[in-house]
Each structure stands twice: as C-alpha cells, then as structure tokens.
C-alpha cells in the first residue's frame, strides 16, 4: 500500500514570495491533516480536513496561509507571503475516518521550507 | 498543548531494552494514548496505541499504568535504527487531533 505523498521534499524561498505544498494521502482515507514542524519542536496541526470540508483550522495563521481539499483527495497548502518564521517542515498526514476510537494517522515525509 | 511530558533525552546500549515513560496525568477516561517516532529527515512513524489494557505488537510494548497516569514504551532489543524522537501522544477523541510535545530523543549506544 502506497503511503502518504508530498511535493516538493524541499523549498527555499526569499521572504514575501509564495510557495505551495502539496499533499496525497493513502487511498481511502478520509480525513488529512497538515502539520508545522519547526526545529527542534513537535509537530503542530495547522488544519485538519474530512472529505473536503475543514473539521479544525484554529491554528493556522489565515492572514497569510491558506489550504484547500476540492475533490476531497489530494490537497495544497500555501503561503502568500512568506515570512522568516515560516522556515519549517510541512508534514502531511491522513487516516481512515474521524470521530473512529483507534483511528491512527500516517505520515508523508514532509517538505522542508526555508525561507531567506 | 501537549497532554503529555516525556524526558528530553535518553540513552540505551544496543541489544538491551529501551524503556521510554510518559506522563499524561490529566487523561481522560476514552483518550488513547499514541506512542510514534521520527527518525531524522523523516515523518511521524506509528509504533503503537492503547487505552488501558497493555498492547504489543512486531515493533514495541506498551504498558499503561492501572489508573492510567502514566505509560512506558518497550522496545525490547534496541539496535541502532532506533535512534530517533519517540513522542507519546493523548489522543483527543472529539476531532482525532494529536498534540505533539517535544518528545524523548533516545540514542542507542553501540
């Protein structure tokens, strides 16, 4: 079974520029979650999808990060502008369903942003 | 925020047990307890989950105190790929959000 898919594996970018991320998740899962790493830190949930709705976004700063999940699928998350805290690992995740007691969540190997 | 809190770092020789605790002392009674890992450059490996009963599987052990307090990941001969953070994770069970601390960076020893 194919695991969860990111694109690009790394990104560097000046301050104020855009860039976007983008995510497959394991064939028929449902719910995908986007992830900020900064060094040396855990991962943070930026925003959590079932289909394509938003389940939680309460922690993803809107005035400059956006995501989407339109067919339910595949999603992108971007950044307009970027800023120097920005520089982290953008880790994707997906898992069967929500709401489930033993629903774990499987991990893409991330994209390393840096932004100069 | 993160329910849990592990030791920054530890150490175990290669060959021997690797005992990694965590507390959650505020867990409530249907919250599960997730043990992954992340080894460099890498993403989040799953390696086990419980509720209250202890659970084992082709890679760990978990050990979930009676009250369920506390909880000791067992990896039962470390080898050297086990070198990675190891976070123990409350799982919120209203959204399957996962908090993540800053996990247990454990170094296997040749």
């Known amino acids: 079974e194919a695991g969860v898919a990111q694109s690009p594996r790394y990104k560097i970018i000046e301050k104020r520029q855009s860039v976007a991320f983008w995510c497959n998740p394991i064939s028929g899962h449902a719910t995908l979650y986007w992830y900020q790493q900064i060094l040396g830190q855990g991962p943070k949930l930026l925003i959590q999808f079932q289909n394509n709705g938003v389940v939680d976004d309460s922690q993803l700063p809107k005035d400059r990060f956006s995501a989407e999940r339109l067919k339910g699928v595949d999603s992108t998350l971007k950044i307009q502008p970027a800023k120097l805290e920005d520089s982290a690992v953008y880790l994707c995740a997906s898992s069967l369903a929500n709401r489930v007691s033993t629903d774990t969540q499987y991990f893409g190997p991330g994209t390393r942003l840096t932004v100069l | 925020d993160a329910k849990t809190t592990q030791p920054p770092s530890m150490d175990c020789a290669e060959g021997r047990a690797a005992n990694l605790p965590c507390n959650h002392s505020t867990i409530s009674g249907n919250e599960y307890v997730y043990w992954y890992r992340q080894i460099h450059s890498q993403g989040p490996q799953y390696i086990i989950h419980?509720?209250?009963n202890n659970e084992t599987n082709e890679m760990a052990s978990l050990i979930i105190t009676e009250d369920r307090k506390s909880s000791t990941l067992i990896l039962p001969h470390a080898t050297l790929r086990d070198t990675a953070v190891y976070y123990c994770?409350?799982?919120?069970?209203?959204?399957?959000?996962?908090?993540f601390g800053t996990g247990t960076s454990l170094t296997v020893i040749p």
């Open positions: 419980g509720l209250k």
């Open positions: 994770i409350v799982r919120v069970n209203t959204g399957n959000q996962f908090y």
